[in-house]
T-cell receptor
Framework: AQTVTQSQPEMSVQEAETVTLSCTYD???????LFWYKQPPSRQMILVIR??????QNATENRFSVNFQKAAKSFSLKISDSQLGDAAMYFC??????????FGKGTKLTVNP | KAGVTQTPRYLIKTRGQQVTLSCSPI?????VSWYQQTPGQGLQFLFE???????NKGNFPGRFSGRQFSNSRSEMNVSTLELGDSALYLC?????????????FGPGTRLTVL
């Protein structure tokens, strides 16, 4: 079974600052993938960043990067130079052995001008 | 490429009725997954279809069913609706040919059960 835990229901950040969203997971799969998805108020869920568990190098996508600590089963998301458009619900998710995504409860990010 | 589309976008039903939701995946994608999103339970996996076969199933009662057509379009059916079925239903598509594929989500269908 897989579980994903996001311990921060809400976070806020000042525009242009950096924020880190936390995520821990548990899985019995040896081969798995981790994702951060963003769901803006319009509700369309979009992929922010993806990490293959067998890769030690942390994934990076422009202003978004992850800190993947496999032994600790931790997968945090860092957003640099935060922009107003980054305001959204952020979901951490794991996937192993099938297309099924297991999501955390989400973190609501507010970006203050 | 056109994105994932879901119809209808909004639905209002009463308890005991049944409902059918539709999802058209991105062209070339053979896997369609369905998720239920509620404030209390968050995002929960319903089932996944690949090449017209249910490949994975979540922990939902038999009132929730689905199917996939040869063009990969998928439908989800909920019978004997209950108040607790009120939710945003999201579908997601992916190529489905290997693990770790990005799943592309549709805008969702907002179902309200009165």
């Amino acid at each position: 079974a897989q579980t994903v835990t996001q311990s921060q229901p809400e976070m806020s950040v000042q525009e242009a600052e950096t924020v880190t969203l936390s995520c821990t997971y548990d899985t019995s799969e040896s081969d798995y993938y981790l994702f951060w998805y963003k769901q803006p108020p319009s509700r369309q869920m979009i992929l922010v960043i993806r990490q293959e568990a067998y890769k030690q190098q942390n994934a990076t996508e422009n202003r978004f990067s992850v800190n993947f600590q496999k032994a600790a089963k931790s997968f945090s998301l860092k957003i640099s130079d935060s922009q107003l458009g980054d305001a959204a619900m952020y979901f951490c998710a794991s996937q192993g052995g099938s297309e099924k995504l297991v999501f955390g409860k989400g973190t609501k990010l507010t970006v203050n001008p | 490429k056109a994105g994932v589309t879901q119809t209808p976008r909004y639905l209002i039903k009463t308890r005991g009725q049944q409902v059918t939701l539709s999802c058209s995946p991105i062209s070339g994608h053979r896997s369609v997954s369905w998720y239920q999103q509620t404030p209390g339970q968050g995002l929960q996996f319903l089932f996944e279809y690949f090449s017209e076969t249910q490949r994975n199933k979540g922990n939902f009662p038999g009132r929730f069913s689905g199917r996939q057509f040869s063009n990969s379009r998928s439908e989800m059916n909920v019978s004997t609706l209950e108040l607790g079925d009120s939710a945003l239903y999201l579908c997601a598509s992916s190529p489905g040919d290997r693990g770790g594929n990005e799943q592309f989500f549709g805008p969702g269908t907002r179902l309200t059960v009165l």
